[in-house]
């Protein structure tokens, strides 16, 4: 691994900042030219011949045959005078004697390719976009151009000769600005790249008119481009020594860490999604890259272009923010327009962009997405950039951000502002690091590339690359539940021939993940390790401590433990019914320990509705006990349901049976209900024999779980038939006591403070609701033991 050479190279991420610093394009990001206009022979639909230089009359006649112009905005396209005021004509209605305007425009083309950095080896082809009318007054805010196809790289505005004043187009890229005028009686050509930020100032006086044309890239921008010998060397030995350093300590005590995994390399200019190409970088980024790449090839990396998104947080100096005062600014502010998004469409406005002082970054994320290998294949997935590997000749703080949100001083911590940035960055890291690198960012690829090894019998290849996995496949595989990598990771499992290294591989999932359609790849391992060995597996997967909320186990077990036993029972050997059978009997555990936990549930309504969200769960374990050959478990299920034990509230059980006869019909039948129902039926109707509550029966049994000497005199109350109401001087923390107590609880009881004297006197009195409730509960009652007796046949 050419790395890892004799001499083992030290050097930092600074040393290589600095080296690619050195490695800079003869380009600039914008230019102006001009030419005689004696070439461009231009006629306009609706105004005819235009003749030079361009008179107010020839120009005020432009404006009756145009339209105002429209601007883009995230992927809209509208029409705000206040942000774009001028006018366009579309170049449909335009004709221009394109033999001989080519006499004028290839050389300056040529020209600009030159002024614009790009190689010998690829040439610019110009694309006419629409003709430009600003009369005095009108003006385009600073933006961005939109790239409208994925080989634009620049825009080029062509200012046709006028007598007018003002109208000056200011472009900007990072901390640099550019300002261009109009030549007198000539042509002015004025291209730049597409990510720079430009305006066209107000025309004072007369008519500004101009052509805009898209500028696409021909051939190769990273051909021919590059860096002297001895800088790519410079450049070869500190990338080198990168990756041999180790990362250093992040605090006094700690020791160094391994070395980075890769480099990550931001760009200095801006590209999207459609525009990121190799063949298609700017300025100086396309000598750099073209180094980068002669580096991996060098140093046998791999090397891919990618996108990138940074968060910074940074602390600020207060200043003077107008009509924002202190506290947090919430939504964000557009780079290209300089307004909120989190104000209403009919307030928006362009104003003064409000730029705290910045003074220290505080903390930044880093995530790539949208891989570009050098095929121009996308390749890789999203994954975040370790501190370490980041490097930058620019820094995001200056860039123009896409969304910014400042926080003033909330007593705890100072002043910050929050940036978000897109960008590109050149990525590599060596080759015989790929398999670990790339598995860090995708369970699915790593897996898939086990199984590959498998498929061609290459045992220790596997074993070897599974093995790498350990120190980080719990995290990646908790991370990844893209479909697939759970069966992948069983089939892989049962090859590897290490119940070892299976048994690690497999760890991180979760039982609910297990379905009948993986029952196959479950039964290989049972043939592989043994039932014992899948046994641990599964109650490690099983502990109430795996990533299976108790909503996603119970619909697992309502959904999918029946058909995974059922597939397990049809194999053959005794072994994965025995497996099916320990499955049923583990999660009537977990059944009867959730069961438990509602029971603790202080609100008895909050009891009612978990018991009530545990009815299929409970319907598909009696199923999956019956397909598993034990019954006993299905009448163990039955028996606690209604049994002293369980405690559960007569509406949940009928609540059960109602459940069974919606989800199986007459199958509900041989779930063995009939004990419950008839349980239910006996229940419901002692209820309704017993006298109704009396007019002046104020008691209320909820039994307070609290033990305290305050909960024990809220019980006495509330016990009481005949005490309506409780006046109680109790101290502040007291009285919250009992606040909490009653809400939690639900009691049909009004808690409020009485103010005056000391202490304040908590006021407690029972409310109607304790008759309105009880009166609604009969008639449930009532409703629910007609349904029973109707469907006591079902049962």
């Not at 003749?51 to 145009?66: E, G, K, Y």
């Not at 805010?141 to 000056?168: C, N, R, W, Y």
């Not at 028996?639 to 069974?660: C, D, M």
């Amino acid at each position: 691994m050419m790395v890892d050479v004799h001499e083992r190279p030290r050097a930092t991420v600074r040393d290589v900042q600095g080296q690619l610093a050195r490695i800079q394009a003869a380009g600039r990001f914008a230019t102006r030219r001009a030419s005689p206009v004696d070439d461009l022979r231009l006629s306009v639909k609706g105004v005819g011949r235009i003749a030079w230089p361009i008179t107010s009359v020839t120009a005020r006649r432009l404006c009756r045959v145009a339209r105002p112009a429209r601007h883009g905005f995230k992927d809209e396209t509208r029409l705000d005078r206040r942000v774009r005021d001028t006018w366009e004509i579309p170049k449909n209605r335009i004709s221009i004697d394109g033999r001989t305007w080519r006499n004028t425009l290839r050389p300056q083309l040529d020209q600009i390719r030159r002024d614009l950095g790009l190689p010998e080896g690829c040439r610019l082809k110009a694309s006419l976009h629409s003709l430009l009318v600003y009369e005095p007054g009108q003006f385009f805010l600073t933006h961005q151009d939109s790239e409208k196809t994925d080989e634009m790289i620049a825009t080029l505005v062509v200012i046709l000769p006028s007598d007018f004043t003002g109208g000056a187009m200011v472009v900007e890229h990072h901390d640099e600005r550019r300002i261009f005028r109009g030549a007198r009686g000539k042509l002015a050509f004025v291209a730049f790249y597409a990510d720079c930020r430009h305006q066209v100032r107000p025309v004072t006086q007369g008519y500004r008119v101009a052509l805009t044309y898209n500028l696409t890239l021909e051939g190769d921008a990273a051909a021919g481009v590059g860096a002297p010998p001895e800088q790519v060397d410079a450049l070869t030995q500190a990338v080198r020594g990168f990756f041999n350093t180790p990362r250093p300590p992040r605090w006094s005590h700690d020791t160094p860490g391994e070395p980075p995994d890769r480099l990550v390399y931001l760009l200095d200019h801006e590209y999207t999604r459609r525009g990121l190409a190799w063949s298609r970088l700017k300025n100086a980024d396309a000598a750099r890259g073209a180094v980068l790449r002669e580096v991996a090839r060098r140093l046998d990396c791999e090397i891919f272009l990618a996108l990138v998104d940074v968060h910074e947080i940074w602390g600020c100096e207060e200043e003077d923010f107008g009509d924002y005062g202190y506290g947090r600014r919430r939504g964000w502010r557009d780079r290209r327009w300089g307004w909120g998004h989190g104000e209403d469409e009919e307030e928006r406005r362009p104003r003064r962009t409000v730029t705290p002082a910045l003074v220290d970054l505080q903390d930044s994320d880093v995530e790539l997405r949208h891989w570009v290998g050098t095929g121009g294949r996308p390749d890789g997935i999203d994954s975040r950039v370790d501190p370490a590997e980041l490097c930058y000749t620019k820094a995001s703080v200056d860039f123009e951000p896409f969304a910014s949100e400042y926080e003033g001083y909330m007593g705890n911590w100072g002043n910050t502002v929050e940036r978000w940035y897109h960008r590109a960055a050149v990525v590599l890291w060596p080759r015989e690091r790929t398999f670990v690198i790339r598995a860090r960012m995708s369970a699915r690829w790593a897996i898939g590339e086990v199984a590959s090894a498998l498929r061609r019998q290459d045992g220790e290849a596997a074993r070897r690359q599974a093995e790498s996995l350990r120190p980080f496949w719990t995290q990646v595989a908790r991370q990844d539940d893209r479909r697939g990598v759970f069966e992948r990771t069983l089939w892989v499992a049962a090859r590897l021939d290490d119940q070892n290294l299976a048994a690690s591989l497999l760890e991180p999932f979760a039982l609910t993940r297990l379905t009948p359609s993986a029952a196959s790849r479950l039964i290989d391992l049972l043939d592989r390790y043994g039932l014992d060995w899948c046994r641990t597996v599964l109650g490690r997967w099983t502990a109430g401590n795996r990533p299976d909320g108790g909503a996603e186990r119970g619909t697992w077990l309502a959904s999918a433990l029946p058909g995974l036993c059922q597939s397990l029972c049809a194999a053959t050997g005794p072994a994965a019914c025995d497996l099916a059978q320990w499955l049923v009997t583990e999660q009537w555990g977990w059944l009867t320990e959730r069961w438990r936990a509602c029971r603790e549930y202080e609100n008895p309504k909050d009891t009612f509705d978990e018991l009530t969200s545990l009815a299929s769960p409970m319907l598909g374990l009696l199923e999956s006990s019956l397909v598993a050959g034990r019954p006993d478990v299905r009448d163990e299920i039955v028996a606690f349901s209604s049994s002293a034990e369980a405690g559960a509230p007569i509406g949940a059980l009928v609540n059960l049976l109602r459940t069974a006869r919606t989800a199986y019909g007459r199958r509900a039948r041989s779930l063995g209900l009939k004990p419950l129902h008839d349980h239910a039926v006996a229940d419901l109707t002692a209820r309704l024999a017993a006298a109704p509550r009396g007019p002046d029966d104020w008691s209320i049994s909820t039994r307070v779980r609290c033990t305290c000497t305050l909960c024990a005199t809220l019980t006495r109350f509330l016990q009481a038939s005949d005490q309506v109401r409780l006046e109680w001087p109790l101290a502040k923390d007291q009285r919250a006591h009992v606040h909490r107590a009653v809400e939690s609880h639900g009691l049909p009881v009004s808690h409020t403070t009485r103010r005056s004297g000391r202490p304040f006197t908590l006021v407690l009195v029972k409310t109607d609701a304790l008759f309105q409730r009880e009166a609604g509960e009969r008639k449930v009652w009532q409703s629910d033991l007609r349904w029973l007796t109707r469907s006591a046949n079902v049962f």
